[in-house]
């Protein structure tokens, strides 16, 4: 059965306007004023915007994580997004010792239960040479994204020959490389003295995870990018400095994008500093006003 939405406002990519919407199936047949059919469910919009739903392309579902598991899953995750108009969502498969179709096939089945349209990219957290040939396989499960870190030593990270190999593969495959830009060898060695210290306040998560270890990672993965002529996307940024490193990789012809999240855009260290300092710890931290501000 068709659907009808009339009277609301359209929004689209590139205007604003009165319209109703057709809607065959799961195909906009048709938008126009005073559309009509002759069996359709009719849903009134008046007063109200009519947008397409988002695509978060950045989140993590049922996610094993340092011992403990994300709260969401894929069901409370999906419904949490559809409330607030996002109908797609993107989340990272774990990198299994099995290789990538085991895992990708444990994401299928914890997806079972998806309450919206979903994809996946993969944490590229090993690297060798049986894994670099099978890099290309991964769009045969329907994957052309990979992430890769530069922080969490002996953990998440690969190392930056690894990283470049990596990028050049993509570039060969039309796949794109996502990146969590931090240093992780200095916030191995500042953890290390904090702790020696006894620097165990909130803040010192935010203090032993610098921001000029993000903006100087962001400017070497642009540059790897560079010379490897790849696409890379960075995550998460979280630093006036990192959005100054993507302008002037952008501006020399880098194909490199960037993305934020809500907590860099409005909260700051000082929230760590409060006396539920525990709840606004993230990673990468938050970091001061003035990087809020360059980030909008």
């Known amino acids: ?23 065959d199936g799961e195909t906009i047949a048709q938008i126009g ?10 849903v009134d919009a008046t007063s109200k915007l009519i947008m397409p739903g988002g ?76 894994i670099a040939k099978e890099i290309p396989s991964l769009r045969d499960l329907g994957i052309t994204t990979l992430k890769v870190f530069t ?59 610098p921001a000029w270890g993000a903006v100087d990672a962001t400017l070497r993965v642009a540059g790897m990018a560079a010379v490897a002529g790849a696409s890379v996307y960075i995550v998460h940024m979280n630093v006036a400095g990192e959005v100054d490193m993507l302008k002037y990789a952008r501006e020399r012809g880098v194909k490199v994008m960037g993305e934020t999240c809500p907590q860099y855009l409005f909260f700051t260290i000082d929230d760590l500093r409060r006396p539920d300092g525990a709840k606004w710890i993230c990673s990468p931290p938050m970091r001061t006003k003035q990087d809020n501000k360059r980030l909008w």
């Open 1 to 23: 059965m068709a659907t009808l939405i009339k009277n609301g406002t359209l929004i689209t990519a590139s205007e604003i306007f009165e319209s109703d919407i057709l809607i």
């Open 33 to 42: 004023k005073n559309l009509q059919h002759p069996n359709v469910e009719i």
């Open 55 to 130: 695509i978060d392309p950045h989140v993590h579902l049922d996610l094993p994580m340092f011992g403990t598991v994300s709260s969401d899953d894929h069901y409370t995750g999906h419904k949490a997004a559809a409330f607030g108009g996002t109908t797609t969502v993107m989340d990272f498969v774990v990198l299994e010792p099995e290789g990538f179709k085991y895992s990708v096939d444990l994401w299928f089945e914890k997806s079972a239960k998806a309450a919206i349209d979903y994809s996946f990219h993969m944490n590229l957290t090993k690297f060798d040479e049986n």
């Open 151 to 209: 922080a969490y030593n002996g953990r998440l990270r690969i190392d930056d020959s690894s990283i470049f190999r990596a990028m050049q593969i993509a570039r060969d495959n039309g796949m794109l490389v996502m990146a969590h830009c931090e240093n992780g060898d200095v916030i191995e060695t500042l953890t290390e003295q904090a702790l020696i210290a006894g620097h165990t306040t909130h803040e010192w998560h935010a203090l032993t995870r």
